[in-house]
């Protein structure tokens, strides 16, 4: 029987840690960061319309792009994740 040792435990951890910082590293920009960049600039913009120029109706108009744009950005990266797993998961 095998048991762990503090020192194989340490070990262990390390090397999940050094695997988890090399995935990171390797994964490329995702299309969502710009998405999310755009989102935050369309919720400053839609303050300053609301806010500063006092147009209510165009501020929440422009308020409502950041749902919309983070919505499809998820469903965009959901759907390539999807087909990811899919071409990974055949038998053939």
Same mark, same amino acid.
């Given at each position: 029987?095998?048991? #762990?040792?503090?020192?194989?435990?340490?070990?262990?951890?390390?090397?999940?840690? !050094?695997?988890? $910082? *090399?995935?990171?590293? *390797?994964?490329? $920009?995702?299309? @969502?960061?710009?998405?999310?960049?755009?989102?935050?600039?369309?919720?400053?913009?839609?303050? =300053? #319309?609301? =806010?500063? %120029? *006092?147009? %209510?109706?165009?501020?929440?108009?422009?308020?409502?792009?950041?749902?919309? +744009?983070?919505?499809?950005?998820?469903?965009?990266?959901? %759907? *390539? $994740?999807?087909?990811? #797993?899919? %071409? @990974? +998961?055949? !038998?053939?």
């Amino acid at each position: 029987m095998t048991t #762990l040792t503090e020192s194989d435990e340490s070990e262990s951890e390390s090397e999940s840690e !050094f695997d988890e $910082l *090399e995935a990171l590293e *390797e994964t490329p $920009l995702s299309s @969502g960061d710009p998405v999310t960049v755009a989102a935050a600039m369309s919720v400053a913009y839609s303050w =300053y #319309l609301f =806010y500063l %120029k *006092e147009d %209510k109706v165009a501020g929440l108009f422009v308020g409502l792009w950041a749902p919309t +744009l983070l919505g499809a950005a998820a469903y965009f990266q959901q %759907k *390539e $994740l999807y087909a990811k #797993l899919e %071409k @990974g +998961l055949t !038998f053939a």
